[in-house]
């Protein structure tokens, strides 16, 4: 008696959970009709033919168009830091000037003495012309000319040296040097960038290398700006297959007039094939069936289960080659209660 007390709580446990299993999974919408006539309540829609795009997507880091660091020549002080962090530069302006004192001192000398050469050699020319003076020494004195103003131009030379210049327009980093320092070769004043354009290189399989050409209309993605659109083109497809991963670089110019994008951000790159014209149905209807695919077609009020060949996929939808064809039903919800020649009723009339 004891053990018919124990059990029958349990037993009464296991009978109320089956019964709550069944009426969470049993559509409210059943009909109480018998077995035998029972309509399976199921969504459907009406296969359509669609713009399906085919694409291609890959990650890519942005690269500036052009990026340097900015180091000097000359080992000296720097007397002037004529840029802040962050500057918008042109080509060819002065960012930093070390110390010239003694370059431009030289530079005086040389072009005082050029003067003063210049001035002998127009005397010994005109000597020349009376017999008074030899060709020889005015020969001679044009070659002390031309050497002084060689000497100039290296003068000229080492005082540029002595001016660090922005080689291309674009926008300065941090400052890493300040006025007074004494810089060396090599070592860091700040970097440049030259933004206005993007550079990302991304990878793709080498079976999409056909459907890839030069000019090819490419949108990047950045997670810093959801759902902004960065358009650009495919600049440059490598030469050659990496032929461990079987991949080929492929190198797409984005537009960045806005000053956004940054070298350096993970960018998703979506690269579009082609467009084609054809059907798609929900992915949820296929059922799968070892290496088949199948879909349930209903056909005024039954279903019947028919093989489909599949295309292109894209998340939640898959294109038709062959199987189904427009205008025809087919269940999206409700496929694992469904069988062939099953009775259904349809619960979004009109397939939407």
Known sequence: MSNKKFLSPLLLGVVALGAFLIYVNVPQEESSKGPGNRETPVRVVTVTEQTFPITVEALG?????????????????????????????????????????????????????????????????????????????????????????????????????????APFAGVLGIRSVSKGSLIQPGDEITTLDDVSVINVDFSVAEGQLASLSIGQSVEAHSVAYPGIDFNGEIKTIGSRVDPVARSVLIRAEVDNKTGMLRPGMLLQITLQKRVLETLVIPEKSLVPVQKKQYVFVVDDGIVHQREVSIGERKPGIVQIVSGLSAGEVIVTEGTLRVQENSKVRILNQGGQ
């Open 61 to 165: 880091t942005a690269k500036a168009n052009e990026s340097v660091t900015i180091t000097a020549q000359q080992t000296e002080l720097i007397s002037e830091v004529l840029f802040d962090d962050g500057d918008t530069v042109k080509a060819n302006q002065l960012l930093v000037q070390l110390n010239d004192t003694q370059e431009q001192a030289r530079l005086v000398e040389l072009q005082a003495n050029i003067d003063e050469a210049k001035r002998q050699y127009e005397r010994v020319k005109n000597l020349a012309l009376t017999r008074v003076a030899s060709e020889q020494i005015v020969d001679e004195q044009q070659a002390k000319v031309k050497a002084l103003e060689a000497q100039l131009d290296v003068a000229k030379a080492q005082l540029a040296d002595l001016q660090v210049r």
